[in-house]
């Protein structure tokens, strides 16, 4: 039983604790976005601009359970940096963060009856109403 103990624990320590899994960045199927670029991606989700590549308006949705594991695999930042940036920005008026979805339902849902939503989940989330246009790697 000792040795099974020790193999787990070195098993955890070499792979960083729990496994996750990858993050795919998702637009409603209907979108007619194909793919989008990292920096696209973080130009949205930062607050540099907010259109998609098709000309629509985007409306990014940060999904809570996945948040801080989103950002530092976009960005390299943590939530405590990803706020300060967002309460600078909202301070001077430059922006607003975007929408919060509290599960996973709730942010398929909002990207599903919103074509011009730009979302994220993990991947084994995926669900044909959704279109992958980027997979962020942990």
């Given amino acids: 039983m000792t040795r099974f103990r020790h193999f787990i624990a070195a098993a955890l320590l ?5 496994a996750h899994a990858d993050i795919a960045v998702v637009t409603n199927a209907n979108s007619g976005i194909a793919q989008m670029s990292r920096s ?3 130009n949205i989700f930062m607050g540099r601009y907010r259109k998609l590549p098709n000309g629509e308006l985007a409306l990014p949705i940060d999904l809570a359970p996945v948040k801080a594991r989103f950002y530092q695999a976009l960005v390299d930042k943590n939530l405590a940096e990803i706020n300060s940036w967002w309460a600078r920005l909202v ?4 922006a607003s963060p975007p929408h919060q979805a509290e599960t996973t339902a709730q942010a398929i849902s909002l990207v599903v009856h919103n074509p011009s939503a730009l979302g994220y989940v993990d991947t084994h989330h995926l669900t044909s109403e959704l279109h992958v246009v980027l997979v962020l790697h942990e």
């Fill in 40 to 42: 696209d991606v973080i």
């Fill in 91 to 94: 301070f001077s008026g430059q």
């Fill in 14 to 18: 070499v792979t960083g604790g729990l």
